[in-house]
């Protein structure tokens, strides 16, 4: 079993930037965030592999989101710039053997932290 415990997040202006970060108690091959909005389903955000240190990101996000690892420390991060009103939802972040981008092959969920742009 891994635990997963975020931090970051809250409110901000749009423009404006957040980071949000997830301690992981063991290793999986992969991890990621994915957001959830009111009354959406949960998606995916991004991801990175650590064996190959591959990531991947959702088209809604490129260029503003940026994921990296502190491997030493099993710490994620999310750095999230020029944020839009649209990125607002709860953040979780994911971690799996296969796949952690996809909610429906995440083995290990966070609590969430919520995210708020205004306009």
């Known amino acids: 079993q891994v635990k997963l415990v975020e931090s970051g997040g809250g409110s901000v202006q749009a423009g404006g930037s957040l980071r949000v970060s997830c301690l992981a108690s063991?290793?999986?091959?992969?991890m990621g965030w994915l957001r959830q909005a009111p009354g959406k389903e949960r998606e995916g955000v991004a991801a990175?592999?650590?064996?190959?240190?591959?990531?991947i990101y959702d088209d809604s996000v490129k260029g503003r989101f940026t994921i990296s690892v502190d491997d030493t420390q099993n710490i994620v991060y999310l750095q999230m710039n020029s944020l839009k009103p649209e990125d607002t939802a709860t953040y979780y972040c994911?971690?799996?053997?296969?796949?952690?981008?996809?909610?429906?092959?995440?083995?290990?969920w966070g609590q969430g932290t919520p995210v708020t742009v205004s306009s």
């Open positions: 994911a971690a799996g053997t296969v796949n952690c981008y996809n909610p429906n092959y995440v083995q290990y």
């Open positions: 063991g290793y999986t091959p992969c």
């Open positions: 990175i592999y650590f064996t190959s240190l591959t990531t």
